[in-house]
């Protein structure tokens, strides 16, 4: 926050104007590195985000907030890459665990000196590109995230331990009061393990709770959220300066083995980055072919990943105690595409959007770092206040850019295969597709049918459809049946659209077929809801009153709109408007 003025004074006044301009997420570069923490801002308002080429160590360097990127070559790898600055100190820090040159997927590390082992930290009084100091945190194998200083200058370093064969993996939190000289380390209780449970046949990838993200509250507590096998993220808090935590406890956000970011405004809001999602229920492991290795059939290791197509942000005004937006801040670029598995080379980094860092800008906006895969990681600026929009709409006139649509190619599961890369990735397709309107106007829309195609997943299709999050408001759709209808279902959370749950999951769930909505005939369809229930018309007359299936203390954030879920060989329907408000 300190950097911002610094920031500002790098920018003309034609500059100045471009960066207040931006509202909506604008993708501004690709990033060099998996998203972990390789971004920093150094004190004259210079942005960094270091990464590597085959053998080379480099950094983008932008000096207009981010919208334009120059790169520098690292000659000497010794030196301090990005890190975090205490504020009370003037002192940067960052930690890894050392295990060979570079560290693992978290960081760009500095060479390590002889004798360093572990978790060690590395300290310089002078920034990015200059000598590091190295201290040793603890023995043993953690994997950290970035740290936060405190309002008394206490320096706290979140982290995990990786699961041994008695033990899942847990958080811990390093604390140093003496600028990071030494250090002493809390360990942490872990969230529960997933249970085979209806929809499930067989368990998740069992996180336990891990790649956790800091943030001090304005009265001194400190929160913890962290990333579990669960539906939603689990939180822990600590009163005294990170030295003892509460147990874990689940949070009403929502998010499965994806990476949870906190940060603080200047305005003294937060933001939290997430995945909203929810991933297709677990099938029979036994049952998968080729068969899974021993670790992805005892949960040990991944099988498939389905939620990390879509990463969201929400906005807090009172630390955390409630949270506004969940809107989708980008969508995986290649969330369709027919090679998804293959495509990239032989890299093992999931082609996911999940994973965040993320600095404050002039005139409140964000620049966002997102994404591990090359092929879907990006820069992006956008402004907090375009999370607390009341309306959105969508007629489809560009495109389907902002909907999902995806489906599933029957495809290998497991980690990665050999020579052919595929981190827990299925291949996709296109599913609802935009065509000719019926009525025979130049105008397009989104048509949507159940398939008999063998070659899916699922015969379902849909488009799933996000809106900033309400208690209160109404959604509008514009629909044809030609055979079958549609169902409807409003919720607070992105799911498939071939996902057959969905409704069930949803607050509000409507199946638009005949005669409601007869084969043939356009039908405005409105679903206006509180938290009582939601009243539904169409074409203007009363049709409805749905009861909440669920309580969704959020509010309602999503349309999830699909075809039914066995081919019928009918044809299907035609979607070709939506739009919300909230009230």
């Known amino acids: 926050m300190h950097r911002i003025p610094a920031m500002l004074a790098r920018l003309s006044d034609?500059?100045?104007?471009?960066?207040?301009?931006?509202?909506?997420?604008?993708?501004?570069?690709?990033?060099?590195?998996?998203?972990?923490?390789d971004l920093c801002v150094l004190p004259?308002?210079?942005?960094?985000?270091?990464?590597?080429?085959?053998?080379?160590?480099?950094?983008?360097?932008?000096?207009?907030?981010?919208?334009?990127?120059?790169?520098?070559?690292?000659?000497?790898?010794?030196?301090?890459?990005?890190?975090?600055?205490?504020?009370?100190?003037?002192r940067w820090f960052n930690s890894y665990y050392v295990k060979g040159e570079g560290g693992w997927q978290n960081?760009?590390?500095?060479?390590?000196?002889?004798?360093?082992?572990?978790?060690?930290?590395?300290?310089?009084?002078?920034g990015p590109g200059t000598p590091a100091k190295w201290v040793k945190i603890a023995d043993g194998?953690?994997?950290?995230?970035?740290?936060?200083?405190?309002?008394?200058?206490?320096?706290?370093?979140?982290?995990?331990?990786?699961?041994?064969?008695?033990?899942?993996?847990?958080?811990?939190?390093?604390?140093?009061?003496?600028?990071?000289?030494?250090?002493?380390?809390?360990?942490?209780?872990t969230a529960p393990a997933h249970e085979a449970v209806w929809p499930h046949l067989s368990t998740r990838w069992q996180n336990g709770a891990c790649e956790p993200t800091l943030i001090e509250r304005r009265d001194g507590s400190v929160l913890m959220i962290a990333r579990t096998s669960q539906d939603v993220h689990y939180m822990y808090e600590s009163f005294d300066g990170g030295e003892t935590w509460t147990a874990p406890q689940p949070t009403n956000l929502h998010g499965t083995n994806t990476q949870p970011t906190l940060m603080r405004l200047s305005t003294g809001e937060m933001l939290f980055f997430f995945c909203n999602t929810q991933p297709l229920a677990e099938a029979n492991k036994s049952a998968v072919l080729p068969k899974l290795g021993p670790a992805e059939m005892e949960g040990r290791s991944e099988d498939v990943f389905t939620n990390r197509d879509a990463n969201h942000a929400a906005i807090s005004p009172d630390d955390g105690l409630t949270w506004k937006g969940f809107r989708e801040v980008f969508l995986n670029p290649i969330r369709n595409t027919c090679d998804f598995r293959i495509s990239g080379g032989n890299i093992g980094l999931d082609k996911s959007v999940h994973q965040f860092q993320a600095v404050e800008l002039p005139f409140g906006k964000i620049l966002l770092c997102c994404g591990q895969h090359e092929?879907?990681?990006?820069?992006?600026?956008?402004?907090?206040?375009?999370?607390?929009?009341?309306?959105?709409?969508?007629?489809?006139?560009?495109?389907?850019?902002?909907?999902?649509?995806?489906?599933?190619?029957?495809?290998?599961?497991?980690?990665?295969?050999?020579?052919?890369?595929?981190h827990c990735a299925w291949n996709r397709t296109n599913g609802a597709l935009l065509l000719p309107d019926p009525d025979g106007t130049r105008e397009e829309a989104v048509y949507i049918e159940t398939t008999g195609d063998e070659r899916l997943v699922s015969p379902m299709q849909g488009v799933v459809w996000n809106f900033p999050a309400a208690k209160k408001g109404e959604v509008s759709v514009?629909?044809?049946?030609?055979?079958?209808?549609?169902?409807?279902?409003?919720?607070?959370?992105?799911?498939?659209?071939?996902?057959?749950?969905?409704?069930?999951?949803?607050?509000?769930?409507?199946?638009?077929?005949?005669?409601?909505?007869?084969a043939g005939q356009w039908a405005d369809i409105v679903l206006k809801w509180d938290e009582s229930g939601c009243d539904?018309?169409?074409?203007?007359?009363?049709?409805?009153?749905?009861?909440?299936?669920?309580?969704?203390?959020?509010?309602?954030?999503?349309?999830?709109?699909?075809?039914?879920?066995?081919?019928?060989?009918r044809k299907g329907a035609y979607l070709k408007r939506l739009s919300m408000k909230a009230e």
Request: hydrophobic share 35%; charged share 20%.
């Open 44 to 90: 004259d308002g210079e942005i960094r985000v270091y990464g590597h080429d085959e053998e080379t160590r480099f950094y983008l360097s932008s000096a207009d907030c981010g919208f334009t990127w120059k790169r520098y070559d690292v000659e000497d790898n010794s030196l301090f890459c990005s890190g975090v600055l205490n504020p009370h100190t003037g």
């Open 536 to 569: 539904v018309t169409v074409n203007g007359n009363a049709a409805a009153r749905l009861s909440p299936k669920w309580d969704m203390p959020n509010g309602l954030s999503y349309l999830i709109v699909q075809s039914p879920k066995e081919y019928t060989g």
């Open 375 to 422: 092929y879907t990681r990006r820069m992006l600026i956008f402004d907090p206040k375009w999370l607390t929009e009341t309306e959105r709409s969508e007629d489809f006139r560009n495109g389907l850019g902002e909907v999902s649509t995806q489906v599933y190619v029957k495809s290998i599961s497991g980690y990665r295969r050999p020579v052919w890369n595929g």
């Open 478 to 518: 514009r629909m044809m049946p030609a055979g079958d209808g549609l169902t409807l279902s409003l919720t607070d959370r992105w799911f498939n659209p071939t996902d057959p749950y969905a409704p069930h999951y949803a607050a509000y769930t409507l199946e638009a077929v005949s005669p409601l909505c007869p």
């Open 107 to 126: 960081a760009e590390m500095p060479a390590v000196p002889e004798g360093a082992a572990d978790w060690q930290a590395v300290l310089t009084d002078e």
């Open 14 to 37: 034609q500059e100045k104007k471009r960066l207040q301009r931006v509202y909506a997420p604008v993708v501004v570069g690709t990033h060099p590195s998996n998203t972990w923490a």
């Open 141 to 189: 194998n953690f994997l950290p995230r970035p740290g936060i200083a405190l309002s008394t200058g206490r320096i706290l370093i979140p982290a995990q331990i990786p699961p041994t064969d008695n033990t899942p993996q847990h958080p811990v939190v390093a604390r140093s009061d003496d600028n990071g000289e030494s250090w002493a380390v809390a360990s942490l209780e």
